[in-house]
């Protein structure tokens, strides 16, 4: 279930990022912004902290 969760957040951000991109050219970068924090967010979150040891 977290896989799937994972993937579905993925894809969420990068359509957010690349509606951002697009945004961007036509002046208005706060969509890339937001959604470039909210990649660096997840990605610390899940990507940095050490994770539950099987031990």
Known sequence: MKFLLAI???LLISAV???GI???FKGNPW???V???AYAI???KAGCLPGKSSH
């Open 8 to 10: 579905l957040a993925y």
């Open 17 to 19: 990022l690349g509606w």
């Open 22 to 24: 697009l945004l961007t």
């Open 31 to 33: 969509i890339l912004i």
């Open 35 to 37: 959604g470039f924090l």
């Open 42 to 44: 997840v990605f610390a």
